[in-house]
Structures are given as C-alpha cells and as structure tokens.
C-alpha cells in the first residue's frame, strides 16, 4: 500500500533562518507530487506541483522553491524565512489528476 | 475572476439530522469534482469524487450531487454523528488538468 511521509512535524525557526521540508512517498511510482500552505483557519493555497524528476511549477511567487531530486522525493525549502511563512505545509501525491493522499503535515512557526 | 466557495464558514446541526454543505465555483469548467475531510493538525482525507456527467454520488451516509449548470456541488451527510464533527473542502480540478484548487472549507459541528 503507499504511505507518505513529512518530516518534521513542527518547526519553529528564526526569521531569515534557511528552511528545508521533506516528503517522501512509498509504494508507488511517478507520482505527481504537490505542496500546499495552510494558514490558520484558512484553505489551502497550492504552492508548486511536480509531475516527474526535476519538474517543478510554482503557483504563486513567493519566498520558497521546491526540488524533486528523486521520482518520490519531494523537498521544500527557503534560504530566509519571513514571518508570513508561518503555516500548516502539506505534502500530497495522485496518480493521474484525481484523487489526492496527503501526509501528515508540517507546522511551522517562523518568530 | 476564478472563485471556490463554501457555503459557511462554520455550521452546527443536531447529532441525527442531515448536514448539507455547499460548495459554488465561478469561471471554472471541472472535469469532476471532490470533497475531503480534514481533522485538526491534519492532512485532508478523500471522500468522494464526482464527474461532470454524474448527477449523484453516494458511498454510505455521504451523498455528494453536481450541478454544472448551477456550478454548485451539494454534500450531505445523513444520520449525523458527533464523530462527523470535521472541516470539509471541496477540490476541483484545475485549468492545466494537472493540479487542483480547494475551496475553503465549512466546519461542521454535530452537538450530542
């Protein structure tokens, strides 16, 4: 069966502090993988989307990048956080353009 | 301009009764659309999907309806239980076909 994993489950770093988030995906091959942003009490925003190694699309300008260095290996990161960083970050994966399955979440606080 | 929206921010039924939840899209043409159930500190979970030429869709108490004249997309949840107390989001698909665009949610509450 496939699992996704998201490490860590909470953060709490400096702002201008580098940031890297990691995803990882098993049991399953080229998957699309996603990152989104919760804010509190809000939706999700998608921030970038990946459907193979080394492809990326970012969704939103923005202070973050993503890597997909490996087919189920997805990161997330930042060279300076800013305090509008601050969120809920989610990992997802699909297999076509349905159904997502999301980790388990990273909670990051950014002072 | 595009929009996903959600009937309420929040909404509180009696445990037993049939929740309803609404979700409305503007200037998108989907493909299909879903709905996810999403627990504090936690990652969406799948429910159900429903595609543009399906009308109706029911797994268990769940029955989700999809209107593309009316743009609107119905959710309901019968019998309702405490345990169905849950943030849920509608997701469609987006222009490109390769991401999806989520709606913001309503917050449902079953009082025991």
Do not use: M
Not at chain 1, 58 to 81: G, H, M, T, Y
Request: hydrophobic content about 35%; some cysteine.
């Amino acid at each position: 069966s496939q699992t996704i994993h998201q490490w860590p489950a909470t953060l709490v770093q400096p702002v201008g502090s580098p940031l890297s988030l990691e995803c990882t995906v098993e049991g399953t091959s080229n998957p699309n993988l996603y990152w989104y942003r919760q804010a509190a009490g809000r939706g999700l925003q998608l921030l970038f989307y990946s459907v193979g190694i080394g492809q990326i699309s970012s969704e939103v300008p923005q202070n973050l990048s993503a890597s997909r260095p490996q087919d189920r290996q997805f990161i997330l990161s930042s060279k300076k956080l800013l305090l509008s960083d601050s969120g809920f970050y989610l990992c997802a994966w699909s297999v076509g353009v349905e159904t997502q399955y999301f980790g388990p979440g990273t909670r990051l606080l950014v002072l | 301009s595009q929009k996903i929206e959600q009937n309420s921010e929040a909404l509180n039924i009696q445990e037993g009764k049939t929740a309803t939840l609404t979700c409305n899209y503007t200037n998108y043409s989907p493909a299909y659309l879903q709905w996810y159930r999403q627990d504090p500190g936690r990652g969406p979970v799948f429910l159900l999907l429903i595609r543009e030429n399906e009308k109706e869709k029911r797994k268990e108490r769940l029955k989700v309806t999809f209107d593309t004249t009316l743009k609107q997309s119905l959710f309901h949840i019968t019998a309702s239980q405490p345990a169905d107390s849950a943030t849920y989001l509608c997701a469609l698909d987006g222009n490109y076909g390769q991401n999806f665009v989520f709606g913001p949610g309503t917050r449902l509450s079953v009082l025991p």
